[in-house]
Structures are given as C-alpha cells and as structure tokens.
Antibody, heavy 118, light 107 residues
Framework: QVQLQESGPGLVKPSETLSLTCAVSGYSITNGYFWGWIRQPPGKGLEWIATIYLSGSSYYNPSLKSRLTISADTPKNEFSLKLSSVTAADTAVYYC???????????WGQGTLVTVSS | EIVMTQSPATLSMSPGERATLSCRASQSVNSRLAWYQQKPGQPPRLLIYGTSTRATGIPARFSGSGSGTEFTLTISSLQSEDFAVYYCQQSDNWPLTFGGGTRVEIK
C-alpha cells in the first residue's frame, strides 16, 4: 500500500525558506509516476505547486517558480520542496502526492500545516 | 494556464436526492479530468479519473461524464457521508489546475 508522509517545520518566519520532505513507503519513487506538492490555504481551494519525475524532469507552478526547488533522495525514497522568501500568503496545508497524466492524484499525504508568521 | 470553473459554488440537497456538479475548462483537456471529494481535516480523495472511471473502492452512485471542456460529476442518491466539497482537476497541461470547488451541503 502506497503511503506518503510530510514532515517539516510548522512555523516559518517571513522572508525565510520553507522546507518540507515527503517520505514514501510501499512504492519506489523511481518506478514511474509523478511526485508532487499541492497546497491549500485555510478555508480555500487546492493549488498545485511543483512536481518531479525521476527521469530528470521537474515542473513548477509559474506563479511560484522563481521561489521553488523540488528534489529527490532516491536511496531514502523521499522527495523535498523548498519555497524561499515566504510571506503570510504562503500559509497553507501542504500535501505531497503521487499523480499521473491519466489517473489523477491517486495517493495523498495527510498534509502538514505551515504557518508563516514572525 | 487552463482555468477550471466549477458550478455551483454551493449545492443544498437532501439525502436521497440526485446531485449534479459541473466543471468547465478554458480549453480542451482531452478527457484528462479527475474529481476529488474532501471532508474537513482530510486530504482530498480521488473519486473519478479519465473523466468517467471510478477509482478503487468508489461506490457506483458516483459517475463522471463529459468531454472537451464540459464535465459533470453525478451522485445518483446522496448519502450522509457524501456531504463534502468536490473539486475537479485537469492533468492534460502544465500547470496542473483545480477548480474552485463545489460544496454539497445538507438542505
């Protein structure tokens, strides 16, 4: 059974860098599929942030691209997100997920709330 | 960027009624359209992918249809556990985009 678990600080100061890691179990991230991050501000809708495909491709939301880095640690079967220069607008629940062109987002982590505040 | 527009924003229904949720894309998404259900405090759950294929374990009362730019999620007879927020999402083009959601509430 595929499981994803986010980890990282729950509180980040404005202008600093938000760093999150997603640990994947039950499936190798090198075995295909896209691995991505999606966020949801409190009380609002879903926004895709970034995705990595282990063949070497990365995809970023254009509205955030200048501040984003996505990477993977294949021996640990994890992937990570860094979002720099955060503001209060980046406060959200951040989900890691597995997805594909044809099968939607089929596995989600439980989500982790990141609050940007001094 | 493909803009996904869902309507209505809120649907007030009674248990047992048929619910019809709409999703419109700003350009064709070639059937790469998925639907999700989200309850408070939980991640979204995949209901439908490829416009009309139910995900594993999804009851038959959920069905999806449509093509091109117009899509529909139908819940044939609302159960108490179906009152939630529903999102559509396209995966045909980057960036991936979601609709703003439809809240199905108890009337």
């Amino acid at each position: 059974q595929v499981q994803l678990q986010e980890s990282g600080p729950g509180l980040v100061k404005p202008s600093e860098t938000l760093s999150l890691t997603c640990a994947v179990s039950g499936y190798s991230i090198t075995n295909g599929y896209f691995w991505g991050w999606i966020r949801q501000p409190p009380g609002k809708g879903l926004e895709w942030i970034a995705t990595i495909y282990l063949s070497g491709s990365s995809y970023y939301n254009p509205s955030l691209k200048s501040r984003l880095t996505i990477s993977a640690d294949t021996p640990k079967n994890e992937f990570s997100l860094k979002l720099s220069s955060v503001t209060a607008a980046d406060t959200a629940v951040y989900y890691c997920a597995r997805h594909s062109y044809n099968y939607g987002v089929d596995y989600w982590g439980q989500g982790t709330l990141v609050t940007v505040s001094s | 960027e493909i803009v996904m527009t869902q309507s209505p924003a809120t649907l007030s229904m009674s248990p047992g009624e048929r619910a019809t949720l709409s999703c419109r894309a700003s350009q064709s998404v070639n059937s790469r359209l998925a639907w999700y259900q989200q309850k408070p405090g939980q991640p979204p759950r995949l209901l439908i992918y490829g416009t009309s294929t139910r995900a594993t374990g999804i009851p038959a009362r959920f069905s999806g249809s449509g093509s091109g730019t117009e899509f529909t999620l139908t819940i044939s007879s609302l159960q108490s556990e179906d009152f939630a927020v529903y999102y559509c999402q396209q995966s045909d083009n980057w960036p991936l985009t979601f609709g703003g959601g439809t809240r199905v509430e108890i009337k």
